[in-house]
């Protein structure tokens, strides 16, 4: 399996403008998270999905941040209107099932200027 | 709610020493523990987990781990570092309800 994909790696957008980043979890896993890290703030959950339901979303900073799971195999996260903090690395991850550990991608480092 | 307390944010050490990263969870419940490693500007790597059965881990690169219910520590050891274990280390927990709680990190500098 080529792993948690995600997309773009690198993405550099202004102020204003709508960002969606991507993921394809690994087949078969029915967890999927994401997450932001910053100098900051560390890793923080945004929110989780399992079998593609939004199970807690209580990290989402804003109303400007939303995430959706169509199907199994794919994520998307959005963020409408973006804003210079809102530069972070996104990570992507997922797991098979509650008792083991995340897989994570490579992550998209998101710069709003 | 559970947390989990990484107490060191940078620790230097000479290459060959050994070295403790220090890693606490605040749980009422069974927890499953994991040390990942994060290189620059790439994503996160399990070093090892937790579980259930040994206390004691042992995962890759030489890294253990030892899960101490007494003292609600997980700490990653290693016996002797190289320059290249020089990365961010993670120590995380959940309780099986999939909210996975990272703590804030441990930055090792290994320097010759």
């Known amino acids: 399996d080529a792993g948690v994909i995600q997309s773009p790696r690198h993405e550099v957008t202004e102020m204003g403008q709508e960002v969606t980043l991507r993921c394809k979890p690994i087949s078969g896993h029915d967890y999927l998270f994401w997450y932001r890290q910053t100098m900051m703030r560390g890793l923080e959950l945004l929110i989780y999905f399992n079998n593609n339901v939004p199970i807690d979303d209580s990290g989402m900073p804003e109303d400007r941040f939303s995430a959706k799971m169509p199907n199994a195999s794919f994520s998307t996260l959005k963020i409408q209107p973006s804003e210079p903090r809102d530069s972070a690395v996104y990570f992507c991850?997922?797991?098979?099932?509650?008792?083991?550990?995340?897989?994570f991608g490579q992550g998209t480092r998101l710069t709003v200027v | 709610a559970q947390s989990v307390t990484q107490l060191d944010s940078q620790v230097p050490v000479f290459e060959e020493a050994p070295v403790e990263l220090r890693c606490n969870y605040s749980s009422s419940v069974s927890v499953y523990l994991f040390w990942y490693v994060q290189y620059p500007n790439q994503g996160l790597q399990l070093l090892l987990k937790?579980?259930?059965?040994?206390?004691l881990v042992k995962g890759i690169n030489g890294f253990e781990a030892e899960f101490n219910k007494s003292q609600t520590s997980f700490h990653l050891r290693k016996p002797s570092v190289h320059i290249s274990d020089t990365a961010e280390y993670f120590c995380?927990?959940?309780?099986?309800?999939?909210?996975?709680?990272f703590g804030t990190g441990t930055r090792l500098l290994v320097s010759p």
């Open positions: 937790y579980l259930s059965g040994s206390t």
């Open positions: 991850a997922s797991t098979p099932r509650s008792d083991t550990e995340a897989f």
């Open positions: 995380a927990g959940n309780t099986g309800f999939q909210k996975l709680v």
